[in-house]
Nanobody, 125 residues
Framework: QGPLVESGGGSVQAGGSLRLSCRPS????????LGWFRQAPGKQREAVAA????????YYHDSVKGRFTITQDGTEDTVHLQMDNLKPDDTAVYYC??????????????????WGQGTQVTVSS
């Protein structure tokens, strides 16, 4: 088992919703940064959203603001990415990523040192 456990994803029609979840595979304390990145075929990986656990500071890429919501599950270490009003351009492999710190919790992938295996999200028109 890797450092992060992902779940969710799948296929949906445009305008639909999906939810992704991610948690560390072992306890890592509080105030950690967990984020989601995505990569579509032939495109570079791009940031989607991130959250500092317990503090609940969030970051969103402009392309998903108002449609995606990242939350922490109560006092658990699990974070959820609720994706609403999905568009075909959202089709990609989504990766959970983490750094065991509250700093640099944004869209720069170079600050994330732990990655999940990726989960496919497909949005059809």
């Amino acid at each position: 088992q890797g450092p992060l456990v992902e779940s969710g994803g799948g296929s949906v029609q445009a305008g639909g919703s999906l939810r992704l979840s991610c948690r560390p595979s072992e306890y890592r304390g509080s105030n950690n940064c967990l984020g989601w990145f995505r990569q579509a075929p032939g495109k570079q990986r791009e940031a989607v959203a991130a959250i500092v656990t317990d503090e609940r500071t969030t970051y969103y890429h402009d392309s998903v603001k108002g449609r995606f919501t990242i939350t922490q599950d109560g006092t658990e270490d699990t974070v959820h990415l609720q994706m609403d009003n999905l568009k075909p351009d959202d089709t990609a492999v989504y990766y959970c990523a983490a750094r065991w710190s509250r700093t640099h919790c944004g869209g720069d992938s170079s600050w994330y040192f732990y990655w999940g295996q990726g989960t496919q999200v497909t949005v059809s028109s």
